[in-house]
């Protein structure tokens, strides 16, 4: 049985609906993590589970009680907010002893628990510091322990890292993954940061208009990316929009070119679909005078050096394709060198597409 | 010296320009001693208009009629009815000074808190700012028109048989608790409009955390609200305070005779009782004395409340 | 909303209310005897008298003598002071705060005291002794706000732009600070006129006609006409704070401060 529950979710402001019919399971120790653009619903569904929201329609459950209609201060979960948060008139154990406070506990008893917390997150030596003499990374640190104080049923995080440095962030997430882990706290975590969603989870929802359009682990999201917008979100993938021409083959077309997709067999004849390809399945090499099978010919548009990988953008035959390839493998392809890029055909995936449909969701760069 | 995969160019060499060659630092040195005299006048004036006269009041008030130096002033401070002057002028400020912060701070939060229209802010906002500078003259009749023996609040009390100053609360305009009335009508938008900022900054995501904590609500403020309030509202406590304090035509408006200091003083000059420059000036500077000490109390409570902050 | 929120800013609204509804009764009040409203026979004593409109255009043009005084002695300083002499700035602000230590009353006592024996220009006109102190009460103001308007803009950066660009001093002063900190400026100014228009303490004991004084007369004299003068002063502040609001918006500037006739 699922520890905490959101069944059918529904929100909406006035006319905007922030969140149509959410369902979630999550299992004791689980840590799944919201994905999504700003806008998407994900920050509302914790505020829902929090408790400083209410929905519209729907439940929210927690080991089978339903806690829908119980205040924020009873329900028992401990949340980590972006920022801002720590009391800024208490020193960071104070900060961290205050819902043990409220609780009542006693200051002996308050003492050794808290000094724990404060060490777990590694900050033992500033335990009398104001917020205003911590980093953020610190506050952060202590917004932590401050929440697991009390020893929550659930721990809530509401992208507890975007207003870090990057480099803290990839820090700190790894510590809260590895304190999740030690704790085994059934956790929930918001973030629009799709790499850090797929470093640390167990699961990830990715989230867009107030649905959830695919969850998994963060392995199948990658991978097996269910609809265009997941596709798109995840990583950086090649899109091409093309028609089965003979699904019997697995036979598709694009742009005048035809390749061979395995994914397409079994499907019918006609039907709009995208070819997914990861950077690192295609295969680049210098063009040959021949036309190699199931290849795209075209030139090197851009190099871009990623350290042990370069980013190779194509173009060609009106589309522009992307390859990671090793900086070595890459130097003996200049801008301007003519090549050709071939497609996998088990790597490629395929997703429908509506056959007069809009075509692909337009994100916001700064999403991801 | 080619190194594998990029090119380097011919090394570049940078040397600082010698000082005498840099214009900007020899006339930025004479151009600073321009810029001294250059705010000579500012000085000057201020000096002669603000602390000139400060400086001889405060030395005059320890001089008697023959210009000799003399506590003779100061020691008639001590007695009536000057010495209720100042009992009156720091009860009335007092009063005004604590009712005025605490509910201008009521009235504030009310209107700036989350579930209130974004309109009432603005207009609150708006007309807090006109109120605290109508005072003085204008508002003595306002007042006077209220709750004076004529006033609108006064007769229809009276009409409906219940006469306000013979029965509870014993009201009369002309006295302490009437000019108290009147001065909060500049003491309560002046707060909102000092605590406003402050209010402001409580942010949202501390009452959230309190609350996801297990707070209730006056745990809250309690805890975090007031102590991180505090500061702020003592220091618009004390403006609060300066301001009633040193208030003169509201009171002279409403009651020439209103035994408070700023009075006292004035009363020698538009030709009543005193006629001991020295006496007016030593009454000032009792004022003065009195600001300070509140000042001494003051500073060191400010700096105790605000010992987290930056 | 919650319903404690109501009834505090109930409370607050009847508060204020009130004295402004009880104001303008007596202004429309035809005599003190409950017959029936209304008259504007008051509001047309007001505007027919001649010692108002004399009055007013004394306090007027006194506001605006202070305002040119201010702007030309604490513009140039405070520029200097950002430009130059940051170590100055602390100094100059604590000194912005001693006019609200030493109330009017205790400034106009020291004034009268320290320049008894100067020329009648000076000592028995507004325009010379009335001016000058305005001036100083209006300095905390004036600091406050052209102190902000100072900071917001680069200073450094805009001189050096103007400099290097050829521009004398005065030039840079004129045309390139001077409209960048206009809105401090608009803003100081306004306050500073709300000030003058409503100051009382100095002017009674010094013994000069300005407007306060006339309605302070009318109020002791007439009781319906206050009324309408009451108003109608009331209004004058409020368009100079609305004013100041305008301007204040316009470059995000914080709320109003407080001038204070009290």
New interface residues.
């Given amino acids: 049985m699922s520890y905490l529950q959101l069944e059918n979710l529904h929100r909406s402001f006035g006319s905007f609906q922030a969140l149509k019919g959410i369902n979630i399971d999550l299992e004791q120790g689980e840590f799944l993590s919201l994905l999504g653009p700003s806008g998407c619903g994900k920050t509302t569904a914790l505020r829902l589970v929090?408790?400083?929201d209410q929905p519209n329609a729907g439940r929210i459950l927690v080991e089978g009680k339903d806690l829908t209609r119980v205040?924020?201060?009873?329900?028992?979960?401990?949340?980590v907010?972006q920022?801002?948060?720590?009391?800024?008139?208490?020193?960071a154990r104070q900060n961290v002893e205050?819902?043990l406070?409220?609780?009542g506990k006693s200051k002996g008893d308050r003492a050794k628990p808290v000094d724990d917390l404060l060490e777990l997150v590694g900050l033992a030596h500033a335990v009398d510091r104001?917020p205003?003499q911590l980093s953020g990374g610190m506050q952060q640190r202590v917004?932590l322990a401050?929440?697991l104080a009390?020893e929550p049923r659930v721990l809530l995080l509401d992208e507890p890292l975007s207003a870090l440095d990057a480099k803290v962030r990839v820090q700190l997430r790894e510590e809260i993954r590895r304190i999740q882990l030690e704790l085994g706290i059934t956790t929930l975590y918001v973030t629009h940061d799709q790499e850090e969603a797929l470093a640390i989870s167990d699961h990830v929802a990715v989230m867009y208009g107030g649905v959830i359009e695919q969850m998994g682990t963060p392995a199948e999201m990658y991978t097996a990316p269910a609809t265009p917008f997941v596709a798109e979100f995840i990583g950086t993938m090649n899109r091409l929009d093309s028609k089965v021409t003979d699904g019997a083959t697995g036979e598709v077309e694009h742009s005048g070119l035809r390749l061979q997709v395995d994914a397409a067999k079994g499907r019918r004849n006609g039907e709009r679909v995208l070819v997914l390809i990861r950077p690192e399945s295609l295969e680049l090499e210098a063009a040959t005078n021949g036309s190699a099978p199931n290849s795209f010919q075209g030139e090197v548009l851009t190099q871009t050096f990623l350290g042990p990988v370069t980013r190779v953008k194509v173009t060609g035959s009106g589309t522009n394709l992307i390859a990671d390839m090793s900086t070595a493998r890459a130097?003996a392809l200049p801008v301007g060198a003519r090549v050709s890029a071939k497609i996998p055909s088990e790597g490629a995936k395929l997703i429908s597409l509506p056959d007069d449909g809009p075509g692909l969701p337009v994100l916001d760069p700064d999403d991801h | 010296m080619a190194v594998e995969g990029r090119r380097v160019g011919p090394p570049i060499t940078t040397q600082a320009a010698p000082e005498a060659l840099r214009p900007d630092i020899v006339s930025g040195r004479k151009r600073r001693s321009l810029a001294w005299i250059a705010t000579l006048p500012f000085f000057a004036y201020t000096i002669a208009f603000l602390f000139v006269p400060a400086g001889a009041v405060m030395l005059g008030a320890f001089q008697d009629k023959h210009d000799h130096a003399t506590f003779s002033n100061i020691r008639l401070l001590f007695h009536h009815p000057y010495i209720d002057a100042y009992w009156g002028s720091i009860r009335i400020s007092l009063i005004t000074a604590v009712i005025g912060a605490i509910f201008g701070m009521f009235v504030a939060y009310a209107a700036i808190r989350e579930g209130t229209p974004r309109w009432i802010r603005s207009a609150l906002s708006t007309f807090s700012g006109v109120a605290a500078n109508f005072g003085g003259i204008p508002l003595a009749f306002a007042f006077i028109a209220t709750l004076g023996p004529l006033g609108v609040v006064t007769v229809w009390f009276r009409s409906s048989g219940y006469d306000l100053s013979t029965k509870w609360p014993h009201f009369q305009l002309f006295s302490e608790r009437g000019i108290e009335l009147a001065y909060l009508y500049f003491q309560l938008p002046l707060m909102i409009l000092v605590i406003a900022p402050a209010i402001d900054g409580l942010k949202r995501e501390w009452r959230e955390a309190a609350s996801n904590l297990g707070a209730k609500g006056w745990q809250f403020w309690r805890y975090v609200g007031i102590p991180v309030l505090m500061p702020s509202f003592l220091g618009a406590f004390i403006l609060l305070f300066g301001n009633a304090f040193a208030a003169y035509a509201t009171a002279y408006s409403i009651n020439q005779g209103q035994n408070i200091v700023p009075i006292l003083i004035g009363a020698y000059y538009t030709g009543n009782v005193l006629d001991n420059p020295h006496l007016a000036q030593a009454l000032a500077f009792g004022m003065f004395v009195v600001l300070a000490l509140m000042m001494l109390i003051y500073i060191p409570l400010q700096r105790r409340s605000a010992r987290w902050a930056k | 909303m919650a319903p404690s929120a109501y009834v505090w800013l109930l409370l607050g609204a009847a508060y204020f209310i009130i004295p402004l509804y009880a104001t303008l009764d007596f202004s429309l009040k035809k005599n003190v005897i409950g017959t029936p409203c209304c008259t504007l026979k008051n509001y047309g004593w007001v505007v027919h008298n001649g010692d108002f409109w004399h009055t007013i255009k004394i306090s007027f043009l006194l506001a605006l003598e202070t305002i040119v005084i201010s702007l030309a002695l604490f513009v140039p300083t405070i520029y200097l002071v950002h430009l130059k002499l940051p170590k100055l700035r602390p100094i100059i602000a604590f000194m912005a705060l001693v006019p609200f230590v030493v109330p009017p009353i205790v400034m106009v006592v020291g004034l009268l005291r320290t320049f008894r024996g100067t020329p009648h220009w000076y000592y028995g006109t507004p325009w010379g002794f009335l001016a000058t102190a305005y001036v100083i009460l209006a300095f905390p103001y004036m600091f406050f706000s052209l102190d902000a308007g100072f900071r917001s803009i680069d200073v450094h950066t805009l001189t050096e732009a103007s400099q290097s660009l050829g521009a004398r001093w005065t030039t840079t002063l004129f045309r390139v600070i001077l409209p960048n900190i206009r809105s401090a400026a608009l803003a100081a100014s306004f306050l500073t006129l709300a000030i003058v228009m409503g100051e009382f303490t100095i002017a009674n004991l010094a013994a000069f006609h300005t407007f306060p004084i006339f309605i302070q007369y009318v109020n002791e004299s007439q009781g319906f006409p206050a009324g309408a003068l009451t108003l109608m002063s009331f209004g004058i502040t409020w368009a100079a704070m609305l004013a100041l609001l305008v301007v204040g918006r316009k470059r995000g500037a914080r709320g109003a401060v407080i001038a204070g006739a009290r």
């Fill in positions: 929090a408790g400083f205040p924020p201060n009873k329900r028992d979960m401990g949340m907010f920022a801002y948060s720590l009391f800024p008139n208490m020193t205050f819902g406070k409220i609780r104001y205003h917004a401050r929440a009390i130097a």
